[in-house]
């Protein structure tokens, strides 16, 4: 599972790098486009903010669950069972 999120994960860093060095180029800078789209970076901070205080407490309340239930379903696995299998 590692290996195609990681393989996609280069090919979208790599995909940016050459987005951002063609826009560079011409002279595009992020502040055009955010100026364009008519926010600032107040603005698209806030949104940032609201959205990390609206996700941490559903994050750890689905936590508080899935990992116990994760935990013993690990420990009752027969032995010598990979997940792959």
Same mark, same amino acid.
């Given at each position: 599972m590692l290996?195609p999120?990681l393989?996609?994960?280069?090919?979208?860093v790599v !995909? #940016?790098? @050459? /987005?951002g &060095?063609v *826009?560079?180029?011409f002279g595009?800078? !992020?502040?055009? @486009?955010?100026h +364009?789209?008519?926010l600032s &970076?107040?603005?698209i +901070?806030?949104? $940032?903010?609201?959205g990390i $205080?609206w $996700? =941490?407490?559903n994050?750890?309340l689905? #936590?508080? @669950?899935i990992v116990?239930v =994760? %935990? /013993? /379903? %690990? *420990? %009752?696995?027969?032995p010598?069972?990979r #997940? #792959?299998d």
């Amino acid at each position: 599972m590692l290996n195609p999120l990681l393989r996609t994960l280069v090919k979208v860093v790599v !995909a #940016s790098l @050459i /987005v951002g &060095t063609v *826009l560079a180029h011409f002279g595009i800078t !992020a502040e055009q @486009i955010i100026h +364009e789209l008519g926010l600032s &970076t107040e603005r698209i +901070e806030d949104y $940032a903010r609201q959205g990390i $205080a609206w $996700a =941490w407490p559903n994050l750890l309340l689905g #936590s508080m @669950i899935i990992v116990p239930v =994760w %935990f /013993v /379903v %690990f *420990l %009752f696995r027969p032995p010598g069972k990979r #997940s #792959s299998d």
